[in-house]
């Protein structure tokens, strides 16, 4: 996949094994299928600026690209720390690429510390080349210094290709404060290794300060422009990643942006929240752009406030969305079942994170499914999706807003914190005015008329919302009756569950069976859900070559699920769910058959479909591999 | 439907609603409770204000004064515990034109909805709120709440409640941007109407503490005050409540105070031998959040759209050659 043409020595002694394309000599480009590359910094030093420009204008030349934003736990952890790492990491692919991918290939770290985290943590690929700011050698603190040194001696050591970099020093030759331009010099560099186009990355320069005045634009691009000149002249090695040239305009954005747009998208005009790692940005964004098309963003005191408050604002007759991650989800537990006891037509977005209490803020987990679908006491029943890429991110919060006022549902949408830092382009939509939310209706209620005049066949009934002459009735989490008068009547209750219960059937009629990935039977099926659908089918696709006959399903609709489901589970020897969720390993000691706790969407296909569903899945609270896939589905295949 | 829009007035101006039009049910509360004081004064507002049905919404949380909407024929949202509040901002923010109220308890606002409370004086959202406050939780039967008094026997405290109690007043004249704070009784209705009638006139959010007896738990609580009308303190000003002499003739006991005057509020608010009864403070001045907060454009479809491609031209990446044209 990869290859690395050294035509001079590298500081390394020792570069890593080789497969040319190219000639060597001179400075030929090695030709890649595709490369994994990665900016570090201390935060605050620009690299996720440098790193969101490469991977703009590695898509604009027509590459694929997955970007991953490099996030530390803290905003201003101590400069030079292990755990302070920020920066991006961009997989660019000659065709499109659905996921983060396997480890680095190539990394340009502003000084080593934020570099041993990545190496620690297992991100870097064997023989990995390391570009690496050389300030620190002769830093006056010798500590830092010895550091350094240190650092730098055990990474050649341990076989990484690594060149040092005098970042620093070559920006003070074009600059006064050196620490604001090293991530465009950086650039420069990466837009040369990667023979990119300079004239689109000095047009991305422009667009990136858009804003700033032109000075700043013109010494960035200068910055841009002798990192170009520095990398040319003083590395041994070039690289092309072939591109297949887009046709269509495509939109750049992570996941939160995307709900965001989403939200815009689907006509609502209130968003009420409250401040949570990693769903705030998507809040964030919706502030900048909400007002600009009549919106609102609430900022409630708190989660359940601002859970209240987009429900009061729905039951008024304009549906509402309401974003949040884990623990704030946990405290809109009951008011979601307020909208479903009420019939309130709610949006509910959960970018999960790691969990359970406050858990892994910045890191991805898919831990929220079983406390999504039964979360609430009582028997809730909500729907649930779960967007399995950026543009699903986008058109999903449409049809929620859709469905939660068709079937005066909450509807939640399961993202995760790895769809939320991630970008990758997607076809720009073509707007639809179906998308929009119609205008509140406000027609007379026909006499005798109820608010919860429950079709005995869907459990539909008519919205009754404030401004309509005649439905005046008072909504009530109490059980009531089809006038909405508070019943304990036993029938009455039952009536009322039941019908609460049909319209999540009814919405299951309108459902299309979900699409196999690979053949329609074999000796494997992989299941998943949400974040994990490039990686799985990239799995899948890599064994399918190989010979293996594994396919794979991935689900949209977690509740109501879809038809076709069982009918597809059994054309194959064995299922098996891919999930970011734990499941006890059955090669612990005193896991068996009896005690073993499943994943959370194998429990759910065992119990519904009453297949033996199998599960694997990682927790470690990074968006899981296509190799660590392919190793556990290999797994699954022997025995 | 296609009406002149003469004929539309006429109509509007022949349609005298009763009473009975806004009443729903019969309600369930205790006789000699509070809240049927409460329910008849707000009923009367409606009809005297002819309060369009279906324009008005009554909110409420849990316990018994929640059951308030269903006594309503309005539209009503009887929601969750503590929660009244933030649920008739939502509505007020979606729908400015609706007549919002709130029907709270003392547990319900004081206690497990107290951050709401708080924030809610905050927003200042033009809702006006009634704090039925009978000093004890009624529909569990009988636990202490934050307003009952120190030593109050109780359920959960049946040694007496262990800490004073919280003084809804202070509490909520303490807070930024609060803008009408009211107290009336349960046991003068003429006062309980004129109050109620004021707090619906003032813009922003009015909050109502109603002293409200209960006669199931706590049935002598208020005697003291009742048997004695030397000490209910009428506060009355020119630019606020003014009272009949019928009522000044029972109650002697009167301070002229400008509902302008902050600290003079306090103090009021503050006595522990007297209940006051009046406006104890209103500024008209402060400005509402769904003002603040709502543009009041017209949102076609058009304009969502411009929006919203304006948004895609930020983040759309051209074809290579399609050219900078295309992005402008």
């Known amino acids: 996949m990869d290859a690395m043409t050294p035509a001079a020595q590298p ?78 990491r961009i997989r660019i692919g000659a065709g499109p690429v659905t996921n983060g991918g396997d480890e680095t290939d190539l990394v340009i770290a502003f000084n080593e510390q934020v570099l041993l985290g990545r190496v620690r943590g297992n991100q870097l690929k064997p023989g990995c080349t390391i570009l690496l700011e050389s300030m620190w050698r002769s830093s006056p603190d010798a500590k830092v210094a010895a550091s350094y040194i240190d650092t ?27 620490r604001q331009g090293k991530n465009m010099f950086a650039l420069g560099m990466l837009c040369s290794i990667y023979s990119l186009d300079l004239q689109v990355a000095r047009e991305q320069v422009a667009l990136t300060f858009g804003k700033k005045d ?23 090695f070039k690289y092309r990643i072939p591109a297949l040239r887009n046709t269509q305009p495509q ?39 909400f007002e600009k098309v009549g919106g609102v963003v609430h900022q409630a005191e708190d989660e359940i406030a601002a859970c209240a408050f987009a429900i009061g604002a729905s039951y008024a007759g304009k549906c509402t969305v309401t974003i949040t991650s884990g623990p704030g989800y946990s405290l809109k537990q009951e008011a979601i079942g307020l909208a479903v006891m009420g019939e309130i037509p709610l949006v509910v977005v959960n970018v999960q994170r790691g969990g359970p209490s406050t858990g892994q803020p910045t890191k991805v987990e898919q831990g929220d499914l079983l406390t999504t679908l039964f979360g609430s006491h009582g028997d809730a029943p909500k729907v649930v999706m779960a967007p399995a890429t950026i543009e699903d991110c986008f058109y999903s919060v449409i049809t929620a807003r859709k469905i939660a006022e068709t079937f005066n549902m909450v509807v939640v949408i399961l993202s995760d914190a790895g769809l939320a830092t991630s970008q990758t382009p997607f076809p720009r939509p073509h707007f639809q005015e179906s998308w929009l939310a ?34 005046m009735h008072t909504v009530t989490g109490l059980a009531h009756d ?11 209750n039952e009536a009322g569950i039941r019908a609460r219960s049909l319209k999540l059937a009814a919405l299951q009629k309108t459902l299309r069976p979900p699409p196999l990935f690979g053949d329609a039977e ?3 099926l992989i299941v998943g859900w949400g974040s994990t659908k490039g990686t799985i089918e990239e799995a899948v696709g890599a064994l399918r070559e190989e010979g293996h006959k594994v396919s794979s399903m991935h689900l949209q609709f977690l509740q109501p699920m879809p038809p076709g489901i069982k009918e597809a589970m059994q054309r194959f020897r064995k299922v098996m769910t891919v999930e970011g969720n734990w499941c006890d390993r059955p090669e612990d000691e005193i896991i068996d058959e009896t005690n073993r706790r499943y994943s959370a969407l194998a429990m759910l296909l065992r119990a519904r479909y009453l297949i033996d569903v199998d599960c694997w899945s990682e927790v470690k609270g990074q968006p899981i591999k296509p190799s660590v896939v392919i190793r556990a589905i290999r797994a699954r295949l022997q025995h | 439907m296609n009406m002149a829009a003469t004929e539309c007035l006429l109509q509007l101006y022949e349609e005298r609603l009763q009473l009975e039009d806004y009443q729903s049910g019969v309600p369930r509360w205790c006789s000699g409770c509070g809240d049927n004081a409460i329910l008849a004064a707000v009923q009367r507002l409606c009809r005297d204000e002819g309060l369009r049905p279906e324009q008005t919404v009554f909110v409420s949380g849990i316990g018994c004064s929640s059951r308030f909407p269903h006594y309503m024929k309005t539209y009503g949202f009887h929601g969750i515990h503590g929660r009244a509040l933030p649920i008739a901002e939502g509505v007020k923010m979606a729908r400015p034109d609706l007549t919002v109220f709130v029907n709270t308890g003392d547990g319900d606002c004081c206690s497990i909805g107290a951050a709401h409370w708080i924030h809610a004086l905050r927003y200042n959202m033009n809702i006006t709120l009634f704090l039925h406050d009978n000093q004890i939780y009624g529909l569990t039967k009988k636990q202490v709440s934050p307003t009952s008094p120190i030593g109050t026997r109780s359920n959960t405290t049946p040694r007496g409640a262990y800490l004073e109690a919280l003084n809804p007043l202070t509490v909520t004249l303490g807070v930024q941007n609060v803008s009408f704070v009211a107290q009336a009784v349960d046991w003068i209705p003429e006062l309980l109407y004129d109050i109620v009638k004021a707090a619906y006139h003032h813009k922003g959010l009015s909050f109502v503490r109603i002293v409200q007896r209960c006669p199931e738990w706590l049935p002598k609580l208020m005697d003291p005050w009742m048997h004695d009308p030397q000490k209910v303190q009428l506060v009355h000003h020119e630019r606020a409540l003014r009272i009949s002499p019928a009522i000044a003739k029972v109650y002697k006991n009167h301070v002229e ?8 509020a306090r103090e009021i608010a503050s006595s522990t031998d007297v209940v006051p009864v009046g406006i104890l403070y209103q500024n008209p001045c402060v400005p509402c959040y769904e003002d603040i907060r709502r543009s009041g454009g017209l949102r076609s479809a058009d304009y969502v759209r411009r929006g919203l491609e304006g948004e895609f031209d930020k983040f759309t990446v051209w074809p290579e050659g399609a050219g900078e044209q295309q992005a402008a």
């Open chain 1, 438 to 471: 119609p205008p509140i209706d406000q027609s007379e209620v026909p006499e005798g008329a109820l608010p919860y005049a429950w079709n005995p066949s869907t459990g539909l009934a008519r919205r009754f919302i404030p401004g309509q002459p005649g439905g």
């Open chain 2, 257 to 264: 105070h400008d509902p302008l005057n902050m600290d003079r």
């Open chain 1, 251 to 289: 939109i750049v954005v992570n996941g939160n942006t995307a709900l965001a747009l989403g939200a815009l998208a689907s006509g609502m005009e209130v968003c009420a929240m409250y401040p949570i790692t990693p769903a705030t940005s998507a809040s964030h964004y919706l502030s900048d752009v």
């Open chain 1, 522 to 524: 074999g000796d494997l």
């Open chain 1, 11 to 88: 500081t390394s002694a020792r570069p890593a094994e080789s497969r040319a394309d190219a000639a060597l000599g001179g400075k030929a480009a090695t030709t890649l299928k595709e490369h994994i590359v990665e900016i570090i910094s201390d935060s605050g030093e620009g690299a996720q600026r440098c790193g969101q420009s490469l991977g703009s204008i590695a898509a604009r030349m027509g590459n694929g690209i997955w970007t991953t934003e490099i996030i530390p736990a803290e905003i201003r952890p101590p400069a030079r720390s292990v755990a302070g790492a920020s920066g991006n």
């Open chain 1, 482 to 492: 089809s006038a909405s008068h508070v019943a304990y009547d036993p029938e009455i």
């Open chain 1, 214 to 236: 032109r000075g700043v634009i013109e010494q960035n691009v200068r910055l841009l422009e002798e990192g170009f000149k520095w990398a040319e002249a003083g590395l041994d």
């Open chain 1, 152 to 178: 730098h001696d055990r990474l050649v050591k341990a076989g990484y290709r690594v060149y040092e970099v005098p970042l620093e020093a070559e920006c003070r030759r074009h600059v006064s404060d050196p």
